[in-house]
């Protein structure tokens, strides 16, 4: 594990593999790097460094940063790009990581070569206030790990072995001082700055998404929006739910080789 300094504070990453081209891996909000997990060694196997990344608060990164948002941890990941002196790069994003993976591509056109979003949020939608105070008062005392962690169970249909695991490194980190806290704070930001940024994508996107996702409305609608939002290429996983790629990292892999190989 190494980390990324900035003046507020630093992003810790891993990378898995040791040649070809980086592939930044952003997990979702609440969750770790080790969610790429499964997922890594099959794209490092094909000859890609996969850059496994702590979001802000999050992990083994640092506390104390200003914004919390989508728009912010998309400059983590440019960040990334000139630390790693990567001329050539792909991300992939889950959750608040398609929203940062937009900002990203935008900054960066010249090295980002694709992008591919799974389960993602990448536009601002107004939270209903009622649901909003319920979230906040879920996450705001000692019991916010464990309702967090019920709601984590949930959006998974297909899981891993390693799950409870995984789970439980999740919970040990949010009981760690402040990072409750910060979790909060992103799960209440806002993609209205990241999703202003979407024309400026020229990077190819490719959605994944898994349809039986319990955080969406209407998983196969927003799959096809983001199509012709990106004019992308839309791939539907019935048998998954957000985390699509720990429930099925074969074939996510599998996606996400054809895409970059075009």
Same mark, same amino acid.
């Given at each position: 594990?190494?980390?990324?300094?900035?003046?507020?504070?630093?992003?810790?990453?891993?990378?898995?593999?040791?040649?070809?081209?980086?592939?930044?891996?952003?997990?979702?909000?609440?969750?770790?790097?080790?969610?790429?997990?499964?997922?890594?060694?099959?794209?490092?196997?094909?000859?890609?460094?996969?850059?496994?990344?702590?979001?802000?608060?999050?992990?083994?990164?640092?506390?104390?940063?200003?914004?919390?948002?989508?728009?912010?941890?998309?400059?983590?990941?440019?960040?990334?790009?000139?630390?790693?002196?990567?001329?050539?790069?792909?991300?992939?994003?889950?959750?608040?990581?398609?929203?940062?993976?937009?900002? &990203? =591509?935008?900054? /960066?056109?010249?090295? %980002? $070569?694709?992008? #591919?979003?799974?389960?993602?949020?990448?536009?601002?939608?107004? !939270?209903?206030?009622?649901?909003?105070?319920?979230?906040?008062?879920?996450?705001?005392?000692?019991?916010?790990?464990?309702?967090?962690?019920?709601?984590?169970?949930?959006?998974?249909?297909?899981?891993?072995?390693?799950?409870?695991?995984?789970?439980?490194?999740?919970?040990?980190?949010?009981?760690?001082?402040?990072?409750?806290?910060?979790?909060?704070?992103?799960?209440?930001?806002?993609?209205? &700055? =990241?999703?202003? /940024?979407?024309?400026? %994508? $020229?990077?190819? #996107?490719?959605?994944?998404?898994?349809?039986?996702?319990?955080? !969406?409305?209407?998983?196969?609608?927003?799959?096809?929006?983001?199509?012709?939002?990106?004019?992308?290429?839309?791939?539907?996983?019935?048998?998954?739910?957000?985390?699509?790629?720990?429930?099925?990292?074969?074939?996510?892999?599998?996606?996400?080789?054809?895409?970059?190989?075009?």
């Amino acid at each position: 594990m190494e980390k990324m300094s900035f003046l507020e504070g630093q992003i810790a990453y891993e990378i898995v593999g040791n040649k070809g081209p980086f592939v930044i891996a952003i997990p979702g909000i609440g969750d770790l790097r080790s969610s790429y997990r499964h997922l890594a060694p099959l794209i490092a196997e094909a000859g890609y460094r996969m850059v496994l990344m702590d979001l802000r608060g999050h992990g083994d990164s640092s506390l104390k940063w200003n914004d919390y948002s989508s728009y912010s941890v998309g400059f983590d990941v440019v960040a990334l790009i000139d630390h790693l002196h990567a001329e050539e790069v792909y991300i992939i994003g889950n959750s608040i990581g398609g929203a940062a993976s937009v900002v &990203a =591509a935008a900054e /960066r056109p010249e090295q %980002v $070569k694709g992008i #591919v979003m799974l389960n993602p949020f990448v536009r601002h939608v107004k !939270m209903n206030p009622i649901i909003k105070g319920i979230f906040r008062l879920m996450l705001s005392g000692p019991w916010g790990d464990n309702m967090w962690m019920s709601h984590y169970d949930k959006l998974h249909i297909t899981k891993p072995e390693d799950f409870n695991t995984h789970a439980n490194d999740i919970k040990t980190s949010l009981k760690r001082d402040g990072r409750l806290k910060a979790f909060r704070k992103m799960l209440m930001s806002t993609h209205a &700055a =990241a999703e202003k /940024r979407i024309p400026e %994508v $020229k990077a190819p #996107v490719t959605i994944i998404m898994g349809l039986q996702d319990a955080d !969406m409305k209407d998983p196969f609608e927003q799959l096809k929006n983001l199509e012709t939002t990106f004019n992308g290429s839309g791939f539907a996983i019935e048998n998954a739910g957000h985390y699509v790629h720990a429930e099925q990292p074969e074939l996510v892999a599998e996606i996400f080789l054809k895409s970059v190989e075009k």
